[in-house]
C-alpha cells in the first residue's frame, strides 16, 4: 500500500489519490461500507450487495528536465566512448587525444583562478589593454 506518493527534485506523480484504506478479508459477513478487491476493482459493500468503486492509478515518471538532462549524458557517454574507441583503433591518434584531455584540464584549473571584473580585458587584477 503506498499513501501520500508525491513528486520530487526529478520526479512527476499524476493521477491516483492520496490514501488506499486497508481491506480486511471477512466477506463471507459484510457489514454495510466494508470494502474488498475482486480481481482488479475494489468494492464497497453498500447492506444488500457489492458495489464497484471507482479508482485510479499513479503514475510516476521522471520531469522533463532530468529527462533532458539524462539524454545529454547519454549523448555525452556516447561521445566519450566513441572517442576511445577510435583513439584504441587507431594510436597515432592517442598524443592528440590525451593534449584534447589535458587542455580540458587546464581550462578546468585556470577557471577557477580567473575573476571576470566589469571592465573587459581585466582579470585577476590585471589589465590586458595596458600597453
Same mark, same amino acid.
Given at each position: =500500500? &503506498? ?6 527534485? %526529478?520526479?512527476?506523480?499524476? %493521477?491516483?489519490?492520496?490514501? =488506499?484504506? *486497508? ?8 457489514? &454495510?461500507g466494508? =470494502?474488498? &478487491?475482486?480481481?482488479?476493482? =475494489?468494492?464497497?459493500?453498500? %447492506? ?30 556516447? &561521445? ?16 592528440? *587525444? ?5 587542455? +580540458?584540464e587546464? !581550462? +578546468?584549473?585556470?577557471?577557477? !583562478?580567473? +575573476?571576470?571584473? +566589469?571592465?573587459? %580585458?581585466?582579470?585577476?587584477? *590585471?589589465? !590586458?589593454?595596458?600597453?
Amino acid at each position: =500500500m &503506498i499513501n501520500n506518493l508525491t513528486g520530487g527534485a %526529478g520526479l512527476t506523480v499524476t %493521477g491516483g489519490g492520496s490514501v =488506499m484504506p *486497508y481491506i480486511p478479508q471477512n466477506t463471507s459477513n459484510p457489514l &454495510i461500507g466494508m =470494502m474488498r &478487491i475482486s480481481n482488479s476493482s =475494489m468494492e464497497g459493500f453498500n %447492506g444488500s450487495s457489492w458495489q464497484v468503486l471507482p479508482s485510479s492509478f499513479t503514475t510516476v515518471s521522471l520531469d522533463q528536465e532530468s529527462q533532458d538532462l539524462l539524454r545529454w549524458a547519454k549523448e555525452q557517454r556516447k &561521445i566519450e566512448q566513441d572517442r576511445a574507441d577510435l583513439v584504441n583503433k587507431n594510436p597515432a591518434l592517442k598524443k592528440a *587525444y590525451d593534449a584534447v584531455i589535458r587542455a +580540458e584540464e587546464n !581550462f +578546468e584549473l585556470l577557471s577557477k !583562478f580567473v +575573476e571576470v571584473q +566589469e571592465e573587459p %580585458g581585466i582579470v585577476v587584477g *590585471y589589465n !590586458f589593454n595596458t600597453p
